[in-house]
């Protein structure tokens, strides 16, 4: 995929499952919420491997270790290893061994997926300022992470150790909905220190340059379900990727997405794996577009659809029609009716 400017979703004629050798396939929100498997996730994935397709699991998640990820993927009825899994911890660990000796301390402010990382490089996990750690990690640490974990951060910040994170996901979907995420726990270390970490998750190079070494993918299809962590990973990575509907992102952020945030394909779940994708094809020089049965252009003020059929063809004509009015910044066009028309 170049980097210029997507104006629509592309089609495909083959399922994306046989066009591209591997998966890169996010976690929360695309395969499981909660812990439970999100619906046709498992018997998806399991026709997409049966037929060839590597599947990895890219997570910027860093609170579980991945073999404990591939436990758990396994027992939803997906088998998994541990090599399958890369997570955000592995990614930053890998960034903090670049930039420090050999066998040095580092205050780990998170889960064990972060100390098991740590190891991996072959660095020391710590506990406290007083450990005498060269640099701090935080890494989302579940709901449980107690306050006093930010203040150790901090501690050893003030002292001038370089600070490093796995990610900045603000959120993270869960069984009850959207919690705060580990970007909002390093908000709570920015605000008190006025430090600016290091991060290496999605969407930066740090993460993708992980997931090369550890998947050799030739092929690969990222797989997610937010713009600005999975989409945009695809787009500074410069592969193509599948927004699935399924977690965070919904069609009113989809229809607003800059050009780093918009999807070759929109599917609504993991089947879209499975098949082929339409074309959305232009009817008029005047910016009007169709997909399916349905028919979208931009008009003054807003966005206006006609026509009927799939749901998903109407959002993918819709997405061409934002997308083209915006070029290459935001599009400024009301979607509500349309999307509403919808049922999204």
Known sequence: MSQTVRTRPEGSARALSEAYDTALLDLDGVVYAGGNAIVHA?????????????????????????????????????????????????????????????????????????????RERGLEPVESAEDEPVAVVQGYGGPELPWGRFAEACYAIARGVPWFASNTDLTIPGARGIAPGNGAAVEVVRIATGAEPQVAGKPLPPMHRETVLRTGAERPLVVGDRLDTDIEGAFNGEVDSLLVLTGVANGAQLLAAPPQHRPTYVDADLRGLLTGQPEVTEVDAGGGFRCGGWTAGAGEEQLE??????????????????WTAAGDGVCGLDGGKALARLGL
């Open 42 to 118: 498992v018997e998806s994935l399991g026709v997409a491997r049966d037929g060839g397709m590597r599947l990895a699991y890219v997570t910027n998640n860093a609170l579980r270790t991945p073999d404990a990820v591939a436990e758990h993927l396994t027992e939803l009825g997906i088998a998994t290893e541990g090599s399958d899994v890369i997570t955000s911890a592995q990614a930053v660990a890998r960034l903090i061994a670049d930039q420090v000796p050999a066998g040095a301390r580092v205050l780990v402010i998170g889960g064990e997926g972060l100390r098991v990382a740590l």
């Open 305 to 322: 659809l006609t026509g009927d059929g799939e749901v998903l063809d109407g959002l993918r004509a819709l997405c061409a029609a934002a």
